[in-house]
């Protein structure tokens, strides 16, 4: 991994372990094992960074949430296979962690990468959503939008109650109640 990338991903972990003030540009050079001279040779400053970090962040969200939607099966199944895959539920979501971040959504440049994703993220769901109503999976009431919407929130209010609790089930418990309306749908 060249310097550039060792940079990035540093900055990447840093930003979900810390936030933003909390990450230093001296803490991600120390991380990165990367000069001054490097960081700055690749970026402007530690904005400039941190977008490409947080842009890295959102990409590979997104990315694995198509690697589960994108997969053969039910709505249901396809949703379930995103919401149950792997996570490191008590670090929290390193894109949704970032919204809470005063800093962060105090710059057009770095919240915007946070907006865009879960933007896509609702959308692709409420687009699994309305090809499993077409299908005759869910009823016709079913609002794939407003039940995409849900689904984003309770994903990451699960991950906001699972840190607060210091255990994971309460991800799950989440998880586990908005599958239930799901089939019930």
Do not use: N
Not at 11 to 39: F, H
Request: hydrophobic share 40%; aromatic share 6%; charged share 30%.
């Amino acid at each position: 991994m060249d310097a550039s990338e060792r940079l990035i991903e540093s900055t990447r972990e840093l930003l979900w372990e810390r936030g933003y003030v909390g990450t230093s540009p001296k803490v991600i050079q120390e991380r990165a094992g990367a000069g001054q001279g490097s960081m700055y040779h690749h970026f402007s400053g530690k904005a400039d960074l941190a977008r490409a970090a947080i842009e890295r962040s959102a990409g590979e969200l997104r990315a694995e949430a198509e690697r589960q939607l994108a997969t053969p099966g039910t709505a249901v199944e396809r949703i379930t296979a995103y919401l149950r895959r792997e996570r490191d539920v008590l670090k929290g979501c390193p894109v949704g962690r970032l919204t809470q971040d005063p800093d962060v959504m105090a710059d057009p440049v770095l919240h915007a990468p946070l907006g865009e994703t879960f933007g896509w993220l609702r959308d692709r769901l409420a687009g699994v959503l309305a090809e499993g109503r077409d299908r005759g999976e869910f009823g016709p009431e079913l609002a794939p939008a407003e039940t995409a919407a849900t689904i984003v929130a309770v994903l990451q209010g699960g991950y906001v109650l699972a840190k607060a609790a210091g255990d994971t089930a309460e991800f799950d418990r989440a998880v586990d109640g908005v599958l239930a309306l799901l089939r019930r749908a």
